[in-house]
Every structure is written in C-alpha cells, then in structure tokens.
C-alpha cells in the first residue's frame, strides 16, 4: 500500500514559479516510476510529467517543457516538480502518482497505468 501526500499548491500570478512536493509513506516506493497528472473541472486527467526510479529519465507533456521541472530524492521519498513561468491555462489540481515496477515506456503517460495517487493538490494561475 503506503500513502503518497502532495503540497505546494496555491496561487499565483502569470509569469510565476510554483515548486510542488509529494513525500511518500509507509514504504519508499523506491522502484516505481512517479509522475505528476493535473484535471481541470470538466476535462480529463492529464500526463504533465514522469521520472523513472533512477532519475535518470524524463519525461514532459509538450505544454510544459521547458518550463517544468521533475525529480526526485529517494533518500527523502519525495518527489519535485517546480514549475516556472506559469501561464494561467496551467491552472488544475495537481496529482502525484507512483507505478510500480517493472517500468515500460509506453505506459507511462497513461493514469490508468499508475496504483498509487495522492489526494491532489491545487494550482491557480491568475492573469
């Protein structure tokens, strides 16, 4: 099981950086892929950004690259996006998502493919 717990959320104007945190627990979940997914009201869950166990993979939505970035620190359990120069069509709950392994790139920007999620946690970029 374990419990994946989000944070950094809030409100921001246009232009700015937002760096959000999800600190797991109850097992490191050391070996699993995350990712973050983001759901606006009314539309579908959608893939923003992943990282394989090693941190040695990236992967990017094409509406964020080059403006967010993931990793993650398995000594600490966490795993970062920071995310900068925000437009205000970023604006959704925000979700961190952990899948177990063995990892296969073409599942990764799925949901359906991730056990883990967190409860969220929301992001408002005002213009």
């Known amino acids: 099981q374990g419990q994946l717990v989000e944070s950094g959320g809030g409100l921001v104007q246009a232009g700015g950086s937002l760096r959000l945190s999800c600190a797991a627990s109850g097992r490191t979940f050391a070996r699993y892929t995350k990712g973050w997914f983001r759901q606006a009201p009314g539309k579908e869950r959608e893939f923003v950004a992943a990282?394989?166990?090693?941190?040695?993979?990236?992967y990017y939505a094409d509406s964020v690259k080059g403006r967010f970035t993931i990793s993650r620190d398995n000594a600490k359990n966490t795993v970062y996006l920071q995310m900068t120069s925000l437009k205000p069509e970023d604006t959704a709950v925000y979700y961190c998502a952990a899948d177990a392994p063995p990892y296969f790139s073409a599942g990764i920007y799925n949901p359906t493919e991730y056990e883990h999620w967190g409860q969220g946690t929301q992001v408002t970029v005002s213009s």
């Open positions: 990282i394989t166990w090693s941190g040695g993979t990236t």
